[in-house]
Nanobody, 115 residues
Framework: QVQLAESGGGLVQAGGSLRLSCTGP????????MAWFRQAPGKEREKVAS????????YYADSVKGRFTISRNNAKNTMYLQMNSLKDEDTAVYYC????????WGQGTQVTVSS
């Protein structure tokens, strides 16, 4: 079964940084707009960033703007989320998926920010 796979999460102190990675299927992944989502306990899943197929256009939620950077390397079927200046409220499970016509969700990667 094809599955999106997130990695790179962990426990980090407030103000620290993490880089998340997302890998997926070949051709479909490389030609699709993609996005990062997160879900904290008791909250709805929210989109935090998205990127078009080539990486030339990006979008960020207001809550992460200026701190997170989304990027992709289509040759490696990989998307990244560089997270800097992490805050307690960034604690969540982070998922990747296509920005449109979602694929099956992966398991996500846990990011925990401690203060």
């Amino acid at each position: 079964q094809v599955q999106l796979a997130e990695s790179g999460g962990g426990l980090v102190q407030a103000g620290g940084s993490l880089r998340l990675s997302c890998t997926g299927p070949g051709t479909t992944f490389r030609t699709s707009a993609m996005a990062w989502f997160r879900q904290a306990p008791g909250k709805e899943r929210e989109k935090v960033a998205s990127i078009n197929w080539s990486g030339s256009t990006t979008y960020y939620a207001d809550s992460v703007k200026g701190r997170f950077t989304i990027s992709r390397n289509n040759a490696k079927n990989t998307m990244y989320l560089q997270m800097n200046s992490l805050k307690d409220e960034d604690t969540a499970v982070y998922y990747c998926n296509r920005n449109f016509s979602r694929m099956s969700w992966g398991q996500g990667t846990q990011v925990t920010v401690s203060s």
